[in-house]
């Protein structure tokens, strides 16, 4: 049997002018259930809150109302209280006789119907209320980067220094991603590698840290705190516990590969080290290159076509057998970090890119710069290595292009490409370079200065205007373009262009549908609210940093990626996770599984079950909501046309018996 | 034989002064195509043509829906007020041979053991003028079940269609007193006149080809209960209440109390056996869980447990509206034939 | 209940004889519109007091039947409030209720609520002056509209004053007999050949029924009854209502299909009622049905008949082919007459509309033949046998009547396929095909869906799209 205790408040003044609280405790008195009804003048002070507990404890209250302000301001404190007390929190409603009575109805013979109604209708909430207590999660407390870029690499770190095991998958070779490629840093001008290996060495040392490089996500199950991958370790054919670093198996190799690190600027051989300061320093075999992938005899013995990287490697690394393995880790959080890679700049055909080497993107450019790229550094056409006298920069290719490239505006390029033209500059003193703009986009710190130094001290001439067609033409490259602040045509001929490609989103590997993550229209994975939660996805337990996540340059970045570890070190920080009762819960004697619920979710917090007899056959599949990942929204509930599923604190019959109570009954009702 | 002749005008006039006179009463109009009893206030708009109403005029005598008393909780206490019987004197007027023996089956459930009050004082309160058959339907097999075109079981005063008219007799006092004003200028009707009228229910009698259902059947078919025929007829049942609904003869309501916790009513409505909820009990176990299981059981009803409770007396009335409104056409005849037939034959599942 | 009032009734302090006010229920969710009403207070704006609100966590937990619950309490109005598209908490609730708000307005409106009585609204958080807005237009719109008379009648029924329009000729005559008895004997052979190769263990076809010419439905277990099966203008029930109950066995099924029931077999994959690959799609080219009064029904005007893509097999008087075939047989088609009578319909003045509708539900025997007879019914537990809480009343009265109708109606939303078999079975003749089309109507106009199409797609109130119309949101 209900017994109800009513709490009506003055607030003051507040209420007590316009509602005649007395009157709305009296009539709360008179709804069968309640066995209290009381008003007060501040019930949420000490004293009123004592009341309430006394009321409780010594009455045996089964429920409460508190009619005074929004629940949006005092829910959590009268909860608080009645809990004190000994009553489930959620037992105790708020009936909001205030901002959405006393404060707008100055009429008391209008008010104070209204109150007692809102009451009375709170009261029939109580009534159906049942106790709740906060889901418990277990959490694994370990987490999972994917990625090895220097997003990864930060969050990783972050979240290894805080004392938590991370692994750290890569799927090439090496970590440091984009970052390693890079020449100089804008605006600083840091040696790229020489800030970020320090960082790479570090995670790879790190004790904490569990390095997967050539590995690949393959699977992943569970919910937040509870996830399970699946990896796929690439075989690199050489053992990563015994190979030294040498070298000597590349200078026997007889196969020449165009280097990826290098934009294919560059060789390597078979087996190789991406870069000097690749983290691991195992070397790889490239088994698309290697002369004996092909030679396997028809009778299935492996006849091994060369086998000079292992005649000369001392330690006895090299595996020709090595096969991939799939290994399992479990953790509690996941953080995306997937970087990102350049827009293929062949589908802008007026650049020309792809038909003719001079004409190189933003990356190959950043090769052409690094001291340890294919031209040591200088700055040399890529056609007949001869030297570069005259450069044209172009922005925006791609980006702010919703016909043919991307919309959106890809952040770096006006910065990386004054930092070109100033490196160049640097490297090439009397040498040209224009570039073509349609804004210059310098937000960051010290970004503005930097422009301004590039277009008036090294005097890079700056042309606002797009450019219609580059083309060759008797060995030169020339670009047509307009200057549109003076009114002309222009026309340059240049030795090299650099394309300023626009940032999408790395490719392949499926990864947002395996993490069960959105994307939006262009690819870049989905936070859960562009301002409030940049690092969050809607799957719980599921982050996301870096360029993954949308085009930013290194200080977004790494504060990102700080960012979503302290997301995971929130999930992290206890061996349990608590999470909101009001949660959604499937009745299985009538649930249809026709899976309108789980369609409608966005949480993905609804599964279907089989319910098994115990000869292990299926006898139903039923729905099943996850607790640890639903939110509590309901919008299963309405889709659930048996009402097999219903939602803690707004069941429907919370919701029925409150409707019913809010309306007073039609006069002359009658039942034929 | 004594009673009246009415020509039609006759008969529309009878009607006038009962209506005039107060009476109330409920005869089958003809709404867009579809008979149904209703109460009238114009004799116009009464249909005797051939043919039943879609479903028999039981709901005078039980209500689809009937508050049985109301209740409020306060907080001193449970009020239960009764509900008062909201009934008048009613006459149901062109009610079929077979939906008045479909009332006298009521009779039996409602006033045979224990009187059900509410449905006792609706029933004394009406008076049934059945009205024979001048043509059976393709469904209709009340010969089959001891039912006639001119039967008299239930009813309280007697049409039979004589030509363009009808004759009239009362059945018992109330029909007496409803026929009083006849007496005073309707014509006497003559034996030879009764006997064509009665030669002309034998013809219509003779025209309904469904050969009898014998009383020893009831005992056959309760032991058919395990008989696999059941499946194969029970399958194609979907599980509605159409024929519960129309039936003259089936009772069943479920009790629900309509309102809140604090107050409402407590009302019976039309149940159905064939409903897969109607024997579930609070523990979830449903002991006829197919409807197959269900199916049988309301045949049984029927025509066995009915029977040996009530002298041999088939429940069904032979009515076939239940046969021609099935949405899948369910034969009521046919399964119990078929359940006869089967243990001795090879239980085909036929349809 | 007016003898002892109710709790609400209770809880009101008397007041004297004094101008009527209206009472209007208002939903809203939690993390907008209850707090831009918290600022309307916070702010003072006065506004008035008609509203009575009902916080949830989002406008996606709104059930329509809590909506037509309020109207049966007796609110005069009742005012739907959540977040603006896009700004939802919980990403999307608003946007999928946004689509059951327009089915549902669609039928309440349908069905003679006066639209002056149903406001929805996207108040924001931040929009106290918006709120106290809303609510004065929804109150004057509902002082305006007066006080609501109840969900149904009170009495006895009147008696409708509405006539449909005349239904114009069929556009074909007859099928040929010769015709039907051809489909027969292919059906015959095929299902003897299907259940002989062990391809299927049950082939559920038509058979003649007890009455002249009846046709029921039929199970064929074994290949020497396959002679039963048979073929007429009166197939007229959709066999793929017995689909459901095979979805937990290994047996696979041939079913035979018409066009119209090859849709209803379309909602159960997109439900996931049935499997694909055990099920045998016997698609019959169909010349259309005859109704309960022996003339061509009206779902067979605009229909022509052609076996539906995802059916196996096609039969035509000319034999059986494997896959989806056309006919080759030119059937005359005509504009569906129930698109004339549902815009007849919604044409007439609320009342009259409303009048309509009440006569016909007052008839009403709630025998559920509707539900029985539906594909798309197939839940173990209806609704209408739930008691906590008990959203249909139980009792067969004009309105218990309404709110099942209403009910069902709302839960085919998007998912009928039109096969009219709720009407043909009714015992009261009620109009549900017509109550169902509209519904159908606004879906397909609203949301470019056509039921029973592609068994890939979500359904439609499943989904939503960011530009869904939202002209009747203030």
């Known amino acids: 049997m209900a017994k109800i205790g009513v709490f009506v408040c003055h607030c003051g003044e507040n209420i007590a002018r316009t509602v005649k609280v007395k009157e709305v405790a009296d009539s709360a008195r008179r709804i069968p259930g309640v066995v209290f009804s009381t008003d007060y003048a501040y019930c949420c002070s000490a004293p009123g809150q004592k009341i309430i507990m006394d009321a409780i404890r010594e009455r045996g209250l089964t429920g409460i109302v508190v009619a005074s302000c929004s629940p949006h301001l005092h829910e959590p404190t009268f909860r608080r209280a009645a809990a004190q007390a000994g009553l489930n929190p959620f037992q105790c409603e708020m009936a909001n006789i205030r901002e959405q009575c006393s404060w707008v109805h100055p009429d008391p013979s209008e008010g104070t119907p209204k109150a007692c109604q809102i009451v009375a209708s709170m009261v029939e909430k109580v009534k159906q209320s049942r106790a709740l207590h906060p889901v418990e999660v277990p959490v694994t407390r370990r987490a999972m980067v994917i990625g090895g870029g220097v997003a990864g690499v930060r969050a990783a770190l972050d979240i290894a220094n805080a004392g938590h095991p991370v692994v750290l998958v890569e799927r090439e070779t090496s970590i440091g991603g984009n970052m390693a490629r890079l020449s100089e840093t804008f605006p600083t001008l840091d040696c790229s590698q020489c800030i970020l290996t320090p960082l790479m060495v570090e995670a790879s040392r790190h004790p904490n840290i569990e390095l997967l490089t050539y590995s690949e996500v393959e699977e992943v199950s569970g919910y937040v705190g509870n996830f399970k991958v699946r990896i796929r370790r690439k075989p690199r054919y050489v053992r990563a516990d015994v190979c030294t670093a040498c070298g000597e198996c590349v200078k026997a190799c007889p196969v020449d590969v165009p280097n990826e690190f290098d934009r294919g600027m560059a060789w390597r051989k078979a087996i190789y080290i991406p870069f000097p300061q690749a983290v691991p320093t195992t070397y790889t075999l490239d088994a698309s290159r290697c002369l004996n992938a092909k030679s396997q005899n028809p009778s299935g013995y492996r006849v091994l076509a060369c086998e000079r990287c292992s005649d000369v490697c001392l330690p006895r690394a090299i595996d020709y057998d090595q096969q991939p393995e799939i290994v399992e880790r479990e953790v509690g959080a996941i953080v995306a970090a997937t970087g990102f890679q350049l827009w293929p700049a062949e589908q802008g055909r007026e650049y020309g890119y792809g038909t003719h080497p001079d004409i190189v993107d933003g990356l190959e450019f950043e090769r052409l710069l690094s001291a340890s790229g294919p031209t040591g550094g200088e700055v040399r056409r890529p056609s007949d290595g001869k030297p570069v006298r005259s450069v044209v920069m172009i922005q925006c290719v791609g980006s702010r292009d919703p016909r043919f490239g991307v919309p959106y505006c890809s952040r770096v390029c006006c910065m990386y490409t004054a930092k070109h033209a100033l490196l160049y500059k640097h490297k090439v003193p009397d040498g040209r370079v224009h570039v073509f703009y349609m804004d210059i986009r310098a937000g960051g710190k010290g970004y503005e200065e930097f422009i301004s130094r590039v277009m008036e001290e090294e005097r890079v001439v700056y042309v606002r205007g797009r450019v219609s067609e580059v083309i060759h033409r008797d060995g030169e490259l020339i670009v047509y373009g307009a200057d549109t602040l003076v009114g002309r045509a222009v026309q340059v001929k240049a030795d090299l262009v650099v394309l300023a490609s626009a940032m999408v989103p790395s490719q392949g590997g499926d990864l947002a549908r395996k993490l069960r993550i959105a994307v939006d229209p262009h690819g870049f994975l989905q936070e859960a609210h562009p301002k409030l939660r940049p690092v969050e996805t809607l799957t719980a337990g599921v982050f996301v940093a870096g360029a993954a996540q949308s085009p930013k340059d290194i200080p977004d970045t790494v504060a990102q990626a700080s960012a979503a570890a302290s997301k995971v070190l929130e999930l992290l920080s206890h061996p349990t996770m608590q999470r909101e009762p009001t949660v959604a819960q499937v009745n299985e004697a009538v649930c249809n599984a026709c899976f309108d619920c789980q369609r409608v979710c966005p949480y993905l ?57 809010l309306v007073p009954a039609p006069a002359g009702a009658v039942v034929e | ?264 009513e407590r009302c019976r409505s039309w149940d159905s056996c064939t409903f897969a909820l109607f024997t579930r009990q609070a523990s979830g176990h449903n002991p006829r869980p197919t409807q197959a299981s269900r199916y049988r059981q309301r045949v049984l009803h029927k025509f066995a447990y009915y029977p040996q409770r009530y002298e041999g007396r088939f429940m069904c009335v032979g009515c076939g509206r239940c046969v021609a409104m099935c949405p899948v056409g369910m034969d009521i005849q046919e399964a119990v034939r078929m359940a006869v037939e089967a243990p001795r034959g090879s239980g085909d599942a036929g349809r | 209940m007016p003898e002892h009032g109710d709790a609400a009734a209770v809880a009101q302090p008397a007041v004297g004889a004094r101008e009527w006010q209206p009472v209007i229920a208002a939903v809203l969710c939690h993390w907008c519109t209850y707090a831009g009403a918290d600022m309307a207070g916070t702010t003072r704006r006065v506004y008035p007091a008609t509203v009575r609100p009902l916080r949830v966590p989002c406008t996606g937990r709104i059930d329509p039947l809590l909506i037509v619950k309020a109207f049966e309490s007796g609110a005069d109005g009742v005012l739907v409030s959540g977040c603006h598209p896009g700004d939802c908490h919980y990403v999307q609730g608003n946007m999928v209720a946004r689509r059951r708000f327009t089915a549902l307005r669609a039928l309440m409106e349908f069905v003679g609520l006066d639209p002056r009585r149903l406001h929805f609204a996207w108040v924001s958080a931040s929009e106290g002056v918006k709120w106290s807005q809303v609510v004065a237009e929804a109150t004057a719109a509902v002082r305006e509209a007066g006080p609501f008379q109840g969900w149904g009648t009170l009495g006895e029924p009147r008696r409708p004053a509405v006539r449909l329009p005349e239904v114009p000729a069929p556009p074909r005559g007859a099928p040929r007999i010769e015709d039907q008895q051809a489909v027969a004997a292919h059906l015959q052979r095929l299902a003897a050949t299907l259940l002989d190769e062990g391809q299927v263990s049950v082939v559920i076809g038509y058979a003649a029924g007890s009455l002249d010419g009846q046709m029921v439905p039929t199970f064929v277990e074994r290949s020497e009854d396959a002679s039963k099966l048979a073929w007429s203008d009166r197939c007229v029930n959709n066999l793929a209502v017995y689909l459901p109950a095979f979805r937990r066995q290994e047996a696979k099924v041939a079913l035979v299909v018409k066009k119209c029931d090859a849709r209803a077999v379309v909602g159960l994959l997109q439900e996931a009622q049935v499997s694909r690959k055990r099920v045998v799609l016997i698609g019959v080219s169909c010349p259309g049905v005859a109704d309960n009064k022996g003339t061509l029904a009206l779902k067979c005007y605009a229909c022509d008949g052609e076996v539906p893509s995802l059916c196996d097999w096609t039969v035509t008087p000319a034999g059986a082919q494997q896959g989806a075939h056309p006919s080759g047989a030119a059937r005359a088609v005509t504009d569906d007459p129930r698109d004339a009578q549902v815009t007849y319909l919604a044409s007439l003045p609320p009342e009259d509309r409303r009048a309509y509708w009440q006569a016909q539900f007052a008839e009403c025997l709630r025998c559920y033949g509707c539900r029985a007879v539906c594909p798309m019914c197939y839940c173990a537990v209806c609704v209408a046998e ?86 009747f949101i203030r």
């Open chain 2, 1 to 264: 034989m004594t009673g009246w002749r009415l020509s039609g005008a006759e008969l529309t006039r009878w009607l006038e002064d009962l209506l005039r006179g107060g009476t109330r009463v409920i005869a089958p109009v003809d709404e867009d195509g579809r008979r149904v009893f209703k109460a009238v206030d114009d004799p116009a708009r009464v249909c005797l043509a051939s043919g039943k109403t879609r479903w028999s005029p039981k709901e005078f005598v039980f209500p689809k829906t009937e508050a049985l008393f109301s209740y409020a909780v306060q907080a001193d206490g449970v009020t239960l007020r009764a509900a008062s019987v909201d009934a008048a004197e009613q006459v149901l007027f062109g009610v079929r041979p077979c939906d008045a023996a479909g009332l006298a089956r009521l009779d039996a459930t409602f006033l045979g053991g224990e009187i059900d009050p509410l449905y006792a004082r609706r029933r004394d309160l009406t008076t049934v003028v059945s009205l024979g058959c001048a043509e059976a339907e393709p469904e209709c097999f009340c010969t089959a079940v001891g039912g006639s075109p001119g039967g008299e079981e239930g009813s309280d005063l007697q049409l039979l269609p004589a030509g363009e008219g009808w004759l009239v007799r009362p059945l018992t006092p109330k029909g007496e007193r409803l026929a009083a004003s006849l007496s005073t200028w309707a014509a006497k009707a003559s034996d030879e006149e009764w006997e064509q009228a009665r030669a002309s229910v034998r013809r219509v009698e003779e025209s309904i080809r469904h050969s009898a259902v014998a009383r020893e059947w009831a005992s056959i078919l309760e032991a058919s209960f395990d008989s696999p025929v059941w499946e194969a007829l029970g399958r194609r049942c979907l599980g509605c209440s159409i024929c519960t609904y129309v039936c003259p003869s089936c009772s069943c309501f479920d009790v629900n109390d309509n309102g809140t916790a604090s107050c409402g």
């Open chain 3, 386 to 471: 739930q008691n906590r809480p008990q959203w249909v009343p139980t009792t067969i009265d004009a309105k218990g009547n309404l709110t099942w109708n209403v009910t069902r109606a709302i839960h085919l939303a998007g998912r009928c396929g039109g096969c009219d078999e709720c009407a043909r079975v009714c015992p009261a003749d009620v109009r549900l095909d017509l109550l169902n089309h509209r519904v159908a109507m606004e879906v397909e106009q609203r949301f470019g869906y056509r039921t029973g199409e592609d068994p890939s797609v979500a359904p439609p109130l499943d989904t939503f799209r960011p530009d869904d119309p939202q002209e």
């Open chain 1, 605 to 661: 917090a609804i599964e279907g079950a089989e319910i098994k007899d115990r000869e292990g056959k299926v006898r139903k599949v039923v729905a099943r909501v996850n607790p640890a990942m639903c939110e509590g929204c309901g919008a299963c509930i309405v889709a659930c046309r048996p009402q097999a599923i219903d939602l803690s604190g707004y069941t429907n019959e919370q919701l029925f018996a409150q409707m019913d109570a």
